[in-house]
């Protein structure tokens, strides 16, 4: 028993469709969301604040650490080869 590829195509068009009737429906400026704050001020990392100028302080070590878990680098960057996912 194998799969119709038409039923599927179909199927999945007509779903397509009705989303896309759907979110047609919607009312409000397209891609815009309105935020009551644009300015994050601090942050909190574990359990603590940090505030903004502290920022990057917590980084001491990131790049050997970030380095040393890449399968290939030359101590300043990885070494990757394009597509060798393929």
Known sequence: MGVDVKQVEKEAKRILDKFSKALGGIEGEEG??????????????????LDLED????????????????????GDFIIAEKGSWK
């Open 32 to 49: 815009f969301v309105d935020r009551g704050e644009f300015d994050r001020g601090e942050r909190k990392i574990g359990s603590r604040s």
């Open 55 to 74: 920022q990057g302080k917590e980084c001491v070590g990131f790049k050997e650490k970030f380095l040393s878990n890449a399968p290939d680098s030359d």
